[in-house]
């Protein structure tokens, strides 16, 4: 059974940093891609980060250089490091996994193949 296990979320006062973290089990982490999206209520599930397998990168329009993703192959996690944090209300942040053989992207939330619960997020004022 695949696994995926979000944790670090919180209230966190704008301008501050928080580290989120994925633990990955049941499969190959090796075979997978992740990336990391979050959802406001009432809207989209948004691209963040994603990395590769091989720890290739990309950010999304939300994350710019303010967030940085890692994996660590052998521990079986991929963390979000978010810095300068701007109010925004609450977001769910959901870490996700795509196998690297279907090719593709990292950006499009419905090309995934496991998601975790989520871990939410909020940032005040």
């Known amino acids: 059974q695949v696994q995926l296990v979000e944790s670090g979320g919180g209230l966190v006062e704008a301008g501050g940093s928080l580290t989120l973290s994925c633990a990955f089990s049941g499969v190959d982490f090796n075979n997978y891609n992740m990336g990391w999206f979050r959802q406001a209520p009432g809207l989209e599930r948004e691209f963040v980060a994603g990395?590769?397998?091989?720890?290739?990168?990309y950010s999304g329009n939300f994350a710019n250089d303010r967030f940085t993703i890692d994996r660590d192959n052998a521990k079986n996690t991929v963390t979000l490091r978010m810095n300068n944090l701007k109010v925004g209300g609450k977001a769910r942040y959901y870490c996700?996994?795509?196998?690297?053989?279907?090719?593709?992207?990292?950006?499009?939330?419905?090309?995934?193949?496991?998601w975790g619960q989520g871990t939410q997020v909020t940032v005040s004022s």
């Open positions: 990395i590769q397998w091989h720890s290739q990168r």
């Open positions: 996700g996994g795509k196998g690297w053989a279907g090719g593709g992207g990292l950006y499009t939330a419905r090309e995934y193949d496991y």
